[in-house]
Nanobody
Framework: QVQLVESGGGLVQPGGSLRLSCAAS????????MGWFRQAPGKEREFVSA????????GYADSAKGRFTISRDNAKNTVYLQMNNLKPEDTAVYYC????????????????????WGQGTQVTVSS
């Protein structure tokens, strides 16, 4: 069955960087939009970033713009989230997700548009 496995989380000081990875199996990411979402303690899960399957288009939450970069390596069937200048408010469990989308439809930040989810990786930003 489809598996999305996140890795790369951990404890980092404010201002530091982390690169999250999401390796997919039984799913070809080149045919799916790939997204990153996060859930902080006591909060709802929220959109962070997404990468379109059929264009170079990427989208970011305002909180991620200028600091986070999503990328994908279709040959490795893996998507990444490079996170720089991390802040304590970035502390959360980060989830990778894959969503099918018709070519003419817009890239979505809505969780309902992503049908496959990983188990998440913890990111803690603290001094």
């Amino acid at each position: 069955q489809v598996q999305l496995v996140e890795s790369g989380g951990g404890l980092v000081q404010p201002g530091g960087s982390l690169r999250l990875s999401c390796a997919a199996s039984a799913l070809t990411i080149s045919r799916y939009d790939m997204g990153w979402f996060r859930q902080a303690p006591g909060k709802e899960r929220e959109f962070v970033s997404a990468s379109a399957w059929n264009t170079d288009y990427t989208g970011y939450a305002d909180s991620a713009k200028g600091r986070f970069t999503i990328s994908r390596d279709n040959a490795k069937n893996t998507v990444y989230l490079q996170m720089n200048n991390l802040k304590p408010e970035d502390t959360a469990v980060y989830y990778c997700a894959a969503g099918a989308r018709r070519p003419a439809a817009p890239l979505s930040a809505a969780q309902s548009k992503y049908g496959y989810w990983g188990q998440g990786t913890q990111v803690t930003v603290s001094s």
